[in-house]
Structure formats: structure tokens, C-alpha cells
T-cell receptor, first 111, second 113 residues
Framework: GESVGLHLPTLSVQEGDNSIINCAYS??????FIWYKQESGKGPQFIID?????DKRQGQRVTVLLNKTVKHLSLQIAATQPGDSAVYFC??????????FGPGTSLSVIP | DAGITQSPRHKVTETGTPVTLRCHQT?????MYWYRQDPGHGLRLIHY???????DKGEVSDGYSVSRSKTEDFLLTLESATSSQTSVYFC????????????FGSGTQLSVL
């Protein structure tokens, strides 16, 4: 969903289900797109990245999809676990430039 | 948190006072960053450093200065703190290899009253 005011978009999923977190990016010239996970009280942690010349990349239990036509990025988490509860940030980057972060999505896993 | 220590972890200060936040790394990474995190804004870059004594501004640098006299230390100074600088501040480091991965510290919660 879209962020409104100061509230993070929130996604609630049942434990064991798959989660899909969406992100719209702004710069069609970005070379890399990255997902970070931030648990409560901690700094963000790198999850996975994808180059702009790719459509899909898989990691351990996570898949990132990139649709450059509509400037959309998604993170799929398979078999969501309570430890996946966190805020997820998408970020974009041009080569040799700085990382630009999105506002984040809060994922809540229901046991 | 990848050998990154931020100090202090929490600070309460008054408007108009100077504040210095410290980031110390043991990874010998060349690049260091200061971000602030506020509800609805995600992470915004304040300043960054690409080597000893080499720093540059980020997108929200007004009211902040930085210094890097050693590879391992990156200081963020608020010369005269304002209530709008109440935030959580994160330090990050990277090697700027491709693709770049940022490693973050645990953050400093700063409250300016």
C-alpha cells in the first residue's frame, strides 16, 4: 500500500505463508536495486540485490523481482517466519553514486 | 553489527547545545556514512567520507558537520542542536565494491528538547 503521512505501509501475514513486499522506485537510470531488513532497535541489514539488467534473483528463501517498465521492485519471502518481522527497505543506486532508500514497509508475522 | 560501534547509544540534549556522535569501525572500510532515520522518510544521507579527511555532503547536510581524522573514526557534529534534529542516527560503512553493501551500526537515539 501507499504511505500516508508518517505511517509506514504495513503487511501482515500468517506464519508459513509467502510474503510479497512491493516498492516503486524513482530513477530509471539506477544500476542496482537492494533490499534491506531492519529489526526493531537495530540498524538495517543487507538482504539481496539485483542488477538493472536482470528481472529476477533468488536467495535463501527470498526472491527479488524487477519490472523496469513500471519501475517496480518486489521482495518475496517464502514460508514467512516470526523472525522475518521487521521493516523492509528497498534502495536504488547508480554505479559509483550513493544509495537512495525508500520509506520502508513493516512486515508483521502472525504466529 | 559488522564491527561498527556508535556512541553514545542514547542522548538527550537541549536546543542550542553542541553534540558530537561517534562512529568507530574495525573493518578498515574506506567509505563511511551518516544517515538519519525519521518516520515516513526512511533513511536520509547526511554526510559521507571516502577516506581520511575526505568528506562530502549528502541530501540533508544543513546543520551538521563531520570529520574523519583516522580510517576507523567518523564523527558527526551538530554545532547547535535544534528540535528538528531529534532523530535516530545511523553510521554505515562500505567498501564501495560492486555491488555496494552497506553495513550499519546499531544507531544513536538523539532527543533535542
Amino acid at each position: 500500500g501507499e504511505s500516508v503521512g508518517l505511517h509506514l505501509p504495513t503487511l501482515s501475514v500468517q506464519e508459513g505463508d509467502n510474503s510479497i513486499i512491493n516498492c516503486a522506485y524513482s530513477n530509471s537510470a539506477s544500476d542496482y536495486f537492494i533490499w534491506y531488513k531492519q529489526e526493531s532497535g537495530k540498524g538495517p541489514q543487507f538482504i539481496i540485490d539485483i542488477r538493472s539488467n536482470m528481472d529476477k534473483r533468488q536467495g535463501q528463501r527470498v526472491t527479488v523481482l524487477l519490472n523496469k517498465t513500471v519501475k517496480h521492485l518486489s521482495l518475496q519471502i517464502a514460508a514467512t517466519q516470526p523472525g522475518d518481522s521487521a521493516v523492509y527497505f528497498c534502495a536504488e543506486k547508480k554505479l559509483y553514486d550513493k544509495v537512495i532508500f525508500g520509506p520502508g514497509t513493516s512486515l508483521s508475522v502472525i504466529p | 553489527d559488522a564491527g561498527i560501534t556508535q556512541s553514545p547509544r542514547h542522548k538527550v540534549t537541549e536546543t542550542g547545545t553542541p553534540v558530537t556522535l561517534r562512529c568507530h569501525q574495525t573493518e578498515n572500510h574506506r567509505y563511511m556514512y551518516w544517515y538519519r532515520q525519521d518516520p515516513g522518510h526512511g533513511l536520509r544521507l547526511i554526510h559521507y567520507s571516502y577516506g581520511v579527511k575526505d568528506t562530502d555532503k549528502g541530501e540533508v547536510s544543513d546543520g551538521y558537520s563531520v570529520s574523519r581524522s583516522k580510517t576507523e573514526d567518523f564523527l558527526l557534529t551538530l554545532e547547535s542542536a535544534t528540535s528538528s534534529q531529534t532523530s535516530v542516527y545511523f553510521c554505515a560503512i562500505s567498501e564501495r565494491v560492486v555491488p555496494e553493501k552497506l553495513f550499519f551500526g546499531s544507531g544513536t537515539q538523539l532527543s533535542v528538547l
